[in-house]
């Protein structure tokens, strides 16, 4: 098998800049791919972290490409040497932000950061992506894009067998870990960027009686990301 980056790209976690970098590195995409998800001839996304262990190894033992990019979840982890898993984390309450703004780009009308709390239908579009079902959107991503949402023990686990896990946070610096672990010499976060400091005016907005609502609204997610955030080292979790 070839070297193969398999990278949990986690919704408006600052995926799109990592695998701009990955390109600039390089790295070889599938012949059909969007944000380096892999495409089928019929345009639809291949969704390998369904398969089985067996067909998931076939399908990433390859010279024709080395990286993939999952924005589903991580089903499983079929471990071979050669597959370096990675992710990038960013807040909780930052990734509301990131939300608010892109659905603001997205939407005929502009909404206001406080009505766009208020109302999570609004959100339909990008629940869909990350939720089964409205009652959970302000639960956090974590929990369910590393366990499929079964447990946070399930998520520690899984997060153990991560090659890199970096923090947007603290981008510029973590994303050193690419060099030694896949040869990466371009590490420019900033020329790569997507949206940079689009969060501004949602920030604003955010005072403290909003913030305290949104934290308990997503209390267990932040506790989770500051836990994991606090036990890794050098892109490893220790936890």
Not at 31 to 44: I, L
Not at 215 to 223: A, Q, V
Request: net charge positive.
């Amino acid at each position: 098998m070839n070297r193969m980056i398999y990278f949990l790209h986690i919704h408006k976690s600052g995926g799109s800049t990592f695998v701009n970098l990955a390109e600039k590195n390089g790295e070889k995409f599938y012949d059909s791919h969007k944000n380096g998800n892999p495409y089928d001839s019929e345009n639809k996304i291949i969704e390998f972290w369904n398969y089985g262990k067996e067909d998931l190894l076939n399908f990433l033992d390859t010279e024709k490409f080395t990286f993939c990019a999952n924005e589903g979840y991580i089903k499983d982890f079929h471990l071979d040497s050669k597959i370096k898993y990675v992710t990038v984390l960013r807040h909780p309450i930052d990734i509301l932000l990131s939300c608010y703004h892109h659905e603001c780009e997205t939407s005929k009308y502009k909404k206001n950061f406080k009505i766009f709390l208020e109302n999570k239908r609004s959100l339909e579009r990008m629940k869909s992506i990350i939720y089964e079902d409205e009652s959970s959107y302000f639960s956090g991503p974590l929990v369910h894009y590393l366990a499929c949402g079964k447990s946070v023990e399930l998520a520690r686990e899984r997060l153990r067998q991560f090659d890199a896990i970096i923090f947007v946070d603290n981008y510029q610096e973590d994303i050193k870990v690419m060099k030694d672990l896949a040869g990466w010499d371009y590490l420019d976060i900033n020329s790569c960027r997507n949206g940079t400091n689009r969060n501004t005016n949602a920030k604003k907005e955010l005072n403290s009686k909003m913030y305290k609502k949104i934290y308990r609204s997503i209390e267990s997610d932040i506790l989770f990301y500051n836990e994991v955030k606090a036990k890794t080292v050098n892109g490893k979790f220790m936890g």
